[in-house]
C-alpha cells in the first residue's frame, strides 16, 4: 500500500495540472463587445507587435486583428505567432490575394472564435491548416477558387458553428468532408458547381439549422438519404437544375423543416399532398420561376393554401397565378431563365391584364395519386412475403427429391429400413440372420 501511495499521488498530479493548463487556456479567451480592429501594415508588423492582445493588461488595445490593403500570398507555419497572440479573439484576413495556406498556419491562436478569409484565391486547404483553432466558432472561406474540401480537414474545429464555402469552384463533397462539426448551426455551399451529394455527407449535422445549397448544378437529391438533419428548419435549393423532388418518402428534417426554397429550377410536378403530410411544420415554400402549367400550378398552390403554408409569388408576367409565373414552354424558359428581369419605365401607362382561363382543378386529385401509390406499396409487400412462401415450398421439394430429407431422417432411424427388394434379396437375408 505504502509503495502504490506515491504512483497515485503523481497521477493526481498530473491530471491536476493538465486541468489547470486548459482551465488557463479558457480562461485567457475574453471578448470584449464594441471594441474596433487592431490594423497592421503587414505580417511583419504585426510579428514585431509589442502591445498585449489580453484585453485584462492595462496598456491592451484590444484583440480584435485586421490588416492593411496589400498582398499576403502566402501563410507560412506559425505566421501569426507574437506576443499575446493566444490572446487574438478575432482574426481578418479578406481582400489579400492569399493563394497558399500551409499546415499549422494559425498555430498559437487558441483564442479565436471568427476567421475571415473571404474573397482571396485560395485553391487548395492543407489537412492541417487549421490546427490550433480550437475555439473557432465561424470560419468564411468564401469567394475564394476552392474545387474540394478534403476529408478531415475540421479535425481541429469541433466547436465549429458557422461555415461559408459559397461563391468557390466546389465540384464535389466528400463523406468526410465535414467529418467532427458536430456543432455546426448554419452551412453555405452556394454559388459553386456541386452536382451530386453523397447521402452520409451530412450525417455529423444533427444541430445544423441553417442549409444552403443554391446555384449549383443538381438535376437530382435523394432528399430521404440525407441522415441526421433532425434540426434543419431551412433548406435552400433554389437556381438548381432540379426536375424533379419526391416528397412520399419520410425525411430526417421533416418533423422540423419551416422553409423550403425551390424557385429558379425546371420542376413541372410537385406532389403537395404528400409534401404537406412528410413535411408537416412547413410554413413558407418558393416555387417561382418553375415551367408549371397553369393547370397543375392552380392545383398545387389550392393544395398549400389550404394547408397554410405561404408561398413567394412577386412574378408580374402573365399568365401568373397568385404571383406565380405558369404557361410557358420549356424552350422559353430555358432561353429566359437567366436573363435579368427589365427594368420598369417611370412613365406610368394604363393597361388591362386578363387572367388565364383555366378549368378549375380537382383538389382530390393529387390525395388520390397517394393513395393508390400507397396501395401499390402495400401490394408489393403482400408480393414480396408470396415470393418468399413458394420459395421456401420449392427448396422443400427439392430437398425431398434429391434424398436430403431422407438422408437426415435415415441419421435418426437407426433399424435397417428395405425398399422396393424382390422376394429372393428377402430369402437370402433371411438366410444369413
Known amino acids: 500500500m505504502s509503495r502504490s501511495l506515491p504512483v497515485v499521488v503523481t497521477v493526481g498530479v498530473f491530471f491536476l495540472l493538465i486541468s489547470l493548463v486548459h482551465c488557463a487556456q479558457n480562461s485567457g479567451c475574453i471578448d470584449v463587445s464594441n471594441q474596433s480592429y487592431r490594423s497592421f501594415k503587414s505580417l511583419v508588423d504585426y510579428q514585431g507587435n509589442k502591445i498585449p492582445f489580453d484585453p485584462s493588461q492595462k496598456n491592451n488595445m484590444g484583440n480584435y486583428v485586421k490588416f492593411n490593403d496589400g498582398v499576403i500570398d502566402t501563410l507560412i507555419k506559425n505566421s501569426f505567432v507574437t506576443m499575446d497572440s493566444n490572446h487574438i479573439y478575432k482574426l481578418s484576413l479578406s481582400n489579400h490575394q492569399i493563394h497558399v495556406i500551409q499546415d499549422g498556419a494559425f498555430l498559437s491562436l487558441n483564442c479565436v472564435t471568427a476567421l475571415d478569409l473571404k474573397n482571396n484565391t485560395i485553391e487548395i486547404i492543407p489537412k492541417n491548416a487549421f490546427e490550433g483553432l480550437h475555439h473557432l466558432h465561424n470560419l468564411d472561406l468564401s469567394q475564394n477558387k476552392l474545387t474540394e474540401i478534403p476529408e478531415r480537414v475540421f479535425t481541429f474545429n469541433g466547436l465549429l458553428k458557422k461555415l461559408n464555402l459559397s461563391n468557390n469552384h466546389l465540384k464535389?463533397?466528400?463523406s468526410d468532408s465535414f467529418y467532427n462539426l458536430i456543432l455546426l448551426e448554419e452551412l453555405d455551399i452556394s454559388y459553386n458547381y456541386l452536382h451530386k451529394v453523397v447521402p452520409d455527407t451530412f450525417r455529423y449535422f444533427d444541430r445544423l439549422v441553417n442549409l444552403r445549397m443554391d446555384?449549383?448544378?443538381?438535376?437530382?437529391?435523394?432528399?430521404?438519404?440525407?441522415?441526421?438533419?433532425?434540426?434543419?428548419?431551412v433548406?435552400?435549393?433554389?437556381?438548381?437544375?432540379?426536375?424533379?423532388?419526391?416528397?412520399?418518402?419520410?425525411?430526417?428534417f421533416g418533423s422540423n423543416l419551416t422553409e423550403l426554397y425551390l424557385n429558379g429550377n425546371y420542376l413541372t410536378n410537385l406532389n403537395a399532398v404528400a409534401l404537406r403530410k412528410h413535411l408537416p411544420s412547413i410554413q413558407i415554400?418558393?416555387?417561382?420561376k418553375n415551367p408549371w402549367l397553369c393547370a397543375d400550378l392552380i392545383s398545387i398552390l389550392s393544395v398549400l393554401k389550404d394547408s397554410r403554408i405561404s408561398y413567394n409569388g412577386s412574378e408580374t408576367s402573365t399568365p401568373n397565378f397568385s404571383g406565380v409565373a405558369c404557361n410557358q414552354s420549356m424552350e422559353e424558359y430555358t432561353k429566359n431563365k437567366w436573363t435579368e428581369p427589365i427594368s420598369v419605365p417611370t412613365t406610368t401607362t394604363s393597361t388591362t391584364t386578363?387572367?388565364?382561363?383555366?378549368?378549375?382543378?380537382?383538389?382530390?386529385?393529387?390525395?388520390?395519386?397517394?393513395?393508390?401509390?400507397?396501395?401499390?406499396?402495400s401490394l408489393h409487400t403482400l408480393l414480396v412475403c408470396l415470393f418468399a412462401v413458394v420459395l421456401v415450398f420449392i427448396v422443400v421439394?427439392?430437398?425431398?427429391?434429391?434424398?436430403?430429407?431422407?438422408a437426415i431422417t435415415g441419421r435418426?432411424?437407426?433399424?435397417?429400413?428395405?425398399?422396393?427388394?424382390?422376394?429372393?434379396?428377402i430369402s437370402l437375408l433371411r438366410g444369413r440372420l
Open 172 to 174: 464535389v463533397l466528400h
Open 215 to 233: 446555384s449549383n448544378e443538381f438535376e437530382y437529391l435523394d432528399l430521404e438519404k440525407w441522415d441526421n438533419l433532425t434540426s434543419l428548419k
Open 235 to 252: 433548406l435552400r435549393l433554389s437556381n438548381n437544375d432540379l426536375k424533379s423532388l419526391d416528397f412520399l418518402y419520410h425525411f430526417s
Open 285 to 288: 415554400i418558393d416555387i417561382s
Open 354 to 377: 386578363t387572367a388565364p382561363t383555366v378549368v378549375e382543378p380537382d383538389t382530390k386529385k393529387q390525395a388520390s395519386a397517394t393513395a393508390i401509390l400507397d396501395s401499390i406499396q
Open 397 to 406: 421439394q427439392m430437398s425431398i427429391s434429391c434424398g436430403w430429407l431422407r
Open 412 to 425: 435418426r432411424n437407426r433399424s435397417p429400413v428395405l425398399v422396393d427388394t424382390n422376394v429372393e434379396d
